[in-house]
């Protein structure tokens, strides 16, 4: 059974990390979360999930703007080989969300620890960061030490890594 976002809530108070959420409409996309952010402050994010050729499965999280080159990426995160979009089915699988809802919060569901969850270092410089809380529906900010505390305390050592842009073109 998946966490839902009360649980989250709960697990947040538990250990200790401040945290405060905003409800709006669903948003499925970073340019639809643009629309409805209103008063959210903080770093807004997007998260990748990724498998590599041994089918290793990663997390990357940044900030929404921040290019990521996925043919290199690989080299910065311990991938075998380059990596490749994880499915919808092995997302809700592993992570207990639905694709629209992919969050870091999804580590309190990835009891195995499959997940191998990656913090760009440029991100992890500002103080507030937003994510949804398992469900796409609302926003939860917390510090990004918060973010570091609550994903060890769910068993995930974050790797932060500065990840490669694209080449100019």
Same mark, same amino acid.
């Given at each position: 059974?998946?966490?839902?976002?009360?649980?989250?809530?709960?697990?947040?108070?538990?250990?200790?990390?401040?945290?405060?959420?905003?409800?709006?409409?669903?948003?499925?996309?970073? %340019?639809?979360?643009?629309?409805?952010? @209103?008063?959210?402050? #903080?770093?807004? /994010?997007?998260?990748?999930?990724?498998? &590599? $050729?041994?089918?290793?499965?990663?997390?990357?999280?940044?900030?929404?703007?921040?290019?990521?080159?996925?043919?290199?990426?690989?080299?910065?995160?311990?991938?075998?080989?380059?990596?490749?979009?994880?499915?919808? %089915?092995?997302?809700?699988?592993?992570? @207990?969300?639905?694709? #629209?809802?992919? /969050?870091?919060?999804?580590?309190?569901? &990835? $009891?195995?620890?499959?997940?191998?969850?990656?913090?760009?270092?440029?991100?992890?410089?500002?103080?507030?960061?937003?994510?949804?809380?398992?469900?796409?529906?609302?926003?939860?900010?917390?510090?990004?030490?918060?973010?570091?505390?609550?994903?060890?305390?769910t068993g995930h050592e974050p790797l932060i890594a500065a990840l490669p842009a694209p080449a100019p073109v």
């Amino acid at each position: 059974m998946n966490a839902s976002p009360q649980d989250l809530f709960a697990f947040l108070n538990q250990n200790e990390i401040a945290n405060d959420t905003f409800e709006h409409p669903a948003v499925f996309t970073v %340019e639809e979360s643009k629309q409805l952010r @209103g008063p959210i402050d #903080g770093g807004h /994010t997007k998260n990748l999930f990724l498998k &590599d $050729k041994k089918s290793r499965l990663f997390l990357i999280v940044a900030l929404e703007e921040t290019r990521i080159d996925l043919k290199r990426v690989h080299e910065v995160i311990g991938g075998q080989g380059r990596v490749s979009f994880g499915s919808g %089915e092995l997302l809700e699988e592993v992570w @207990g969300v639905k694709p #629209g809802s992919v /969050t870091p919060f999804g580590a309190i569901n &990835d $009891k195995t620890h499959r997940v191998t969850v990656v913090l760009d270092a440029e991100m992890m410089k500002l103080g507030r960061l937003n994510f949804h809380p398992l469900i796409n529906t609302m926003t939860t900010g917390i510090s990004s030490e918060g973010l570091v505390t609550f994903l060890r305390a769910t068993g995930h050592e974050p790797l932060i890594a500065a990840l490669p842009a694209p080449a100019p073109v």
